[in-house]
């Protein structure tokens, strides 16, 4: 079982920034991990994700020159820079852990997610 805990929302005027991090625990694998979000009345999506391996990332379109991901020494808190930061990133963030890979298919299915932490972005 993995638990993931997100910090770091909040809420920022247009331009500003934002670090998010997810404290990750629990001994099983986890070859994925990465952020998604959710805005009301859309469906979740992918916005930045790692394989924790080899350390590739995939980055949504609209995250690409905006947004970083990183991670501590131990690789069990990963964080997101938000920089640059829009009215349409306004969301709740979610970190989510898939114990196996692939990572970066569209449609798969993560098996952890924390609780989430809302992003609220005004012009």
């Known amino acids: 079982q993995v638990q993931l805990v997100e910090s770091g929302g909040g809420s920022v005027q247009a331009g500003g920034s934002l670090r998010l991090s997810c404290a990750a625990s629990?001994?099983?694998?986890?070859?994925?991990m990465g952020w998604f979000r959710q805005a009301p009345g859309k469906e979740r999506e992918r916005v930045a994700l790692?394989?924790?391996?080899?350390?590739?990332?995939y980055y949504a379109d609209f995250a690409k020159g905006r947004f970083t991901l990183s991670r501590d020494g131990t690789k069990n808190t990963l964080y997101l820079q938000m920089n640059s930061l829009k009215p349409e990133d306004t969301a709740m963030y979610y970190c989510a852990a898939k114990r196996l890979g692939p990572c970066f298919l569209q449609g798969t299915d993560y098996d952890y997610w924390g609780q989430g932490t809302q992003v609220t972005v005004s012009s």
């Open positions: 629990g001994y099983t694998r986890r070859d994925c």
């Open positions: 790692i394989v924790t391996g080899t350390g590739n990332t």
